[in-house]
């Protein structure tokens, strides 16, 4: 059982940043693999990005195109935690952002995610 807990929205002006967290409870946390997900308003789940396990070739991360360039997924597994830096953000970033986990290679569809936090809403003003 993984237990996440996002942090780190709020409200920031058009060409800002903020950084996320999601933070997990369990001792396996580095087995998982992870990613964010974003409900706009009026809108489905969206993927935003993902990171793998560790390997022998490394971790491999994964963006959707609205973001790529901007954002960036990061973990620390000592501290359980995976990061979404965002970067010049945009009012079509503003969203609830979800931070999921999953048993396996990461994936872009959500429903292939067992563990889910909260969200934490972000406000990017024009």
């Known amino acids: 059982q993984v237990q996440l807990v996002e942090s780190g929205g709020g409200l920031v002006q058009a060409g800002g940043s903020l950084r996320l967290s999601c933070t997990a409870s369990g001792r396996t946390f580095s087995t998982y693999a992870l990613a964010w997900f974003r409900r706009g308003p009026g809108q489905e789940r969206k993927f935003v990005a993902s990171?793998?396990?560790?390997?022998?070739?490394?971790?491999?991360?994964d963006y959707a195109d609205s973001v790529k360039g901007r954002f960036t997924i990061s973990r620390d597994n000592p501290k359980n935690t995976v990061y979404l830096q965002m970067n010049n953000l945009q009012p079509d970033d503003t969203a609830i952002y979800y931070c999921a986990a999953r048993a396996g290679p990461p994936k872009q569809t959500s429903v292939e995610y067992g563990y889910w936090g909260q969200g934490t809403q972000v406000t990017v003003s024009s």
């Open positions: 990171i793998s396990t560790a390997s022998w070739s490394g971790l491999w991360t």
